[in-house]
């Protein structure tokens, strides 16, 4: 039967149609796959000054060799490039306020703010003071960038999603992704000192004494002892001072605790380990996404020695990790390491006052160029002590002196860790160490370990003799305040071999009286991780490799056993809430992803912080609106000490607003916390911990493309951990990775990190070792056996 016209050329049409859906399939999966990695072979590159090998194992991690360090970085920088070049992008851009530029409008706000800081312009500063054997290497790292980059077949396929090409490395952008660094570790605008000094001036005396205690029962310091937190109740009623929590508004600030970034070490010496060498534990706490910051590597040095551990894509060093003479690991330290400067100005603010007289301001205008949109002028002012960040709460212009924005401030001192032989000789390259202050805590394989602060401390001036606290922004127009460069290494705080073999820091505070002082009294994390940490250190004579990670994933709740017992006082015989009785009453004491009891307890503590003494600093808050002028988050660290005697001695005279009694206002409390987790009308029975805490591990590309999410992100699960505990862990942020190793025997050493290490969704190892950092299984700290063979070899 003839086939009539119209349908002729209806199959015709559909045949074309089928055919370009092919077409373009095919075109798609050829830049996809032109944009993975090359695992084997022979890759011929510019640059490189002999021949390397790269052996990766069946996760992707890799050893290097090579025949001198340059070529090691050179090599490192083609693995970077080939599997993480959009996040090492991401890094560069994110400290210049360069995203909009990648991403268009929705990063300008973002990049304006930034370009205050002139990043870019610092970077390159930073990069001229380098010596002459770091510039080589990292000259070396970025040829291997881009070359690496340029090998590909295609972009990387983030550069396709986004229409766009990807800006070649230079040398520079790697200071830029140490800067993000600072910008993840440290507030950029000193919102921590300047929020205080608008506190002191809005409470009384007694109630800012009483509110920002120095510490308490939590503390837990290596040196020095334990505050005790007894702060008399100030005079002036609570109700008084309260903005009610009961009627705030949805844009209100409201407590809750938060993960802060920050991280776990400890260490023991020789005499308490298996092997006579110290053993170190490390896990670093920062946002989790797709994918991981960290990216494992081994390489072995021109000695022989073999260094491993964990790297930062956009760096030629290790970070954390291994060289088989020592081993070591940070945590942030939360020290004292900024100023904010307050400016005296003449009638139309052109000039401010110096020691040396009025000067004027220097002027410039930073560029934020906008994809799809105009571009953007920002105009900076910037002074001899840094750029002006602002106003104060009184409107006095603030300039912000900050380690970040000097030349010494960023360097790759940190990459020489490598090369250390001994604890003596990693304590001093601490000292020069150009990065965000760290807790480093490091041990060799003779036994020795030691703390100190990794990253340059400045070296203050004339507030002790002023009596002035230096977390307060004050005038240094006379000259009798400052800074005067930096400390010494030999002026530098530290503990040495202390007498009890075990050192231990998580964010809290480390030392005491004139060590303290150095670091400074800036915000340390609450004391109660860092205890727990200690408390199972000195709970085991010996510990080896598997008691450190059973450390590290302790979930016991025991900062909160005395809430979950005054939670269970205020439920007791009341019929309304039995169910919710019961629960806390079985709650495990862990915060275990199967647990209701734990999350009731949780959010009952943050009520009743919220509806009580939280309620003072959100009404300071809505009286002083302005960016960065009060935010209550950097000063909340220590409301439990203040909450906690409130609701132990409910004096009469601090009784919340609104309430009859101090019973009717736990009860109340109560009744918010079921309301609270069961907002979403689910039975009781239904809200564990796991719920509230279902991870959310995504690529930068699927929060923006939801539809990707399924191609990009991890699966999304109930994880146990929480916030005053080892085991850290919230939906996208917690424990980065994991890592115990003793030097000189890291064959019996544990890492493990969440997500993969390739950014690549079609790579063979995306998500491989994400398990093994879920369930906290002891993966192997050394590469396993090679999979992958690949030759770099100079282009002839």
């Not at 209100?252 to 534990?281: M, T």
Request: aromatic fraction near 10%; avoid cysteine.
């Amino acid at each position: 039967m003839a086939v009539s016209r119209p349908l002729r050329w209806v199959s015709g049409i559909l045949i074309f149609i089928i055919a370009v859906a092919l077409l373009l399939a095919l075109a798609l999966g050829w830049a996809l796959n032109g944009s993975l990695a090359q695992l084997d072979g022979e890759l011929a590159l510019e640059g490189l000054d002999q021949e390397a090998t790269v052996e990766r194992d069946a996760q992707g991690i890799p050893t290097i060799t090579a025949s001198n360090r340059a070529d090691t970085a050179f090599a490192l920088g083609v693995l970077h490039a080939q599997e993480r070049f959009f996040q090492m992008d991401l890094l560069r851009r994110n400290s210049a306020g360069e995203l909009s530029e990648l991403v268009g409008a929705a990063a300008v706000d973002h990049d304006t703010g930034l370009r205050t800081h002139q990043f870019r312009q610092r970077a390159e500063a930073a990069l001229a003071n380098a010596p002459e054997r770091d510039r080589k290497i990292l000259a070396a790292y970025t040829r291997g960038v881009n070359e690496g980059l340029q090998a590909l077949s295609t972009a990387p396929y983030e550069y396709l999603l986004l229409q766009t090409d990807p800006v070649p490395w230079r040398e520079a952008d790697t200071i830029l992704a140490l800067y993000s660094m600072y910008l993840d570790l440290q507030p950029e605008w000193n919102e921590y000192e300047r929020s205080l000094a608008v506190l002191k001036d809005e409470l009384p005396a007694d109630w800012y004494a009483f509110l920002m205690p120095e510490g308490g029962e939590w503390d837990s310091p290596i040196q020095g002892e334990r505050y005790k937190f007894d702060a008399p109740f100030p005079q002036q009623p609570l109700a008084e001072l309260q903005s009610p929590a009961r009627q705030m508004t949805g844009l209100a600030w409201q407590y809750r605790d938060a993960v802060q970034l920050g991280s776990n070490n400890w260490s023991v010496s020789g005499d308490l380990s298996p092997y006579k060498a110290g053993l170190v534990a490390n896990d670093m706490h920062l946002g989790i996404s797709v994918p991981n910051i960290w990216y494992r590597a081994s390489w072995y040095l021109e000695d022989g020695r073999r260094v491993t551990g964990a790297t930062l894509p956009g760096a030629p060093s290790m970070v954390v990790g291994s060289n088989e003479h020592i081993a070591w690991g940070f945590t942030n330290s939360n020290g004292d390491y900024h100023d904010s400067v307050i400016l005296k100005t003449n009638e139309d603010r052109s000039q401010y006052l110096t020691p040396d007289g009025w000067e004027p301001f220097q002027l410039e205008t930073e560029v934020v160029k906008v994809k799809g949109g105009e571009a953007r002028e920002v105009q900076v002012r910037e002074t001899r002590w840094g750029p002006v960040i602002g106003e104060d709460h009184k409107g006095n212009l603030l300039a912000l002196s900050w380690v970040a924005l000097d030349p010494d401030g960023a360097n790759l001192n940190s990459m020489h860790l490598e090369d250390a032989n001994s604890v003596a000789e990693a304590l001093d390259i601490a000292a020069t160490a150009g990065m965000p202050g760290q807790n480093l805590n490091v041990v060799d394989r003779a036994g020795n370990h030691a703390w100190t602060i990794m990253g340059r401390l400045p070296n203050r001036f004339g507030y002790v003799e002023a009596g002035i606290d230096p977390r307060e922004p004050a005038d240094w127009s006379t000259g009798e305040l400052g800074w005067n460069g930096f400390r010494e290494a030999s002026d530098y705080p530290r503990v040495i071999n202390p007498a009890h073999d075990r050192i231990w820091t998580a964010n809290a505070r480390i030392v005491s009286g004139e060590l303290l002082d150095k670091v400074g009294r800036a915000g340390y994390a609450l004391g109660s991780r860092q205890q727990q940490i200690e408390t199972g250190m000195f709970d085991r004579a010996t510990l080896d490799e598997p008691d450190f990670l059973a450390i590290l994933l302790d979930d016991r709740a025991i900062f909160l056993e005395r809430w979950q017992k005054l939670l269970l006082s205020v439920l007791e015989g009341n019929s309304e809430l039995a169910e919710l009785e019961q629960a806390v009453r079985n709650w495990q004491g862990r915060a275990a992803a199967d647990s209701v009891g734990y999350l009731a307890v949780k959010r009952f503590r943050e009520q009743v912080i919220d509806g009580s003494v939280g309620a003072v600093l959100r009404k300071v808050e809505e009286r002083h609106p302005g960016d960065h002028v009060f935010t209550a988050g950097q000063i909340d660290n220590y409301l439990e000490y203040p909450t906690w005697a409130l609701v132990s001695e409910q004096p009469a005279r601090h009784l919340p607003a609104g309430f009859a009694s101090w019973d009717d206002f736990l009860t109340a409390s109560a009744e918010a916390t079921l309301a609270e987790i069961t907002e979403d009308g689910r039975p009781l029975a239904e809200q564990t911990w796991g719920k509230a805490n279902m991870l959310a591990v995504q690529h930068p590309l699927s929060k923006a493309v939801p539809q990707l999410a399924e191609w990009l992100d991890m699966p999304a699960e109930p994880m146990s951990g929480d916030t005053y505990m080892p085991r850290v862990q919230s939906r996208s942020s917690g424990a980065s990775e994991r890592m115990v190793v003793a030097p000189g025997h890291e064959e019996n050493g544990i890492f493990h990190m969440a997500t993969g290490q390739s950014g690549h969704f079609l790579s063979p190892y995306y998500d491989y070792g994400h398990r093994d950092w879920v369930e906290g299984n002891a993966s192997e700290f050394l590469p396993g056996e090679t999979t992958w063979e690949l030759k770099l070899v100079p282009a002839r």
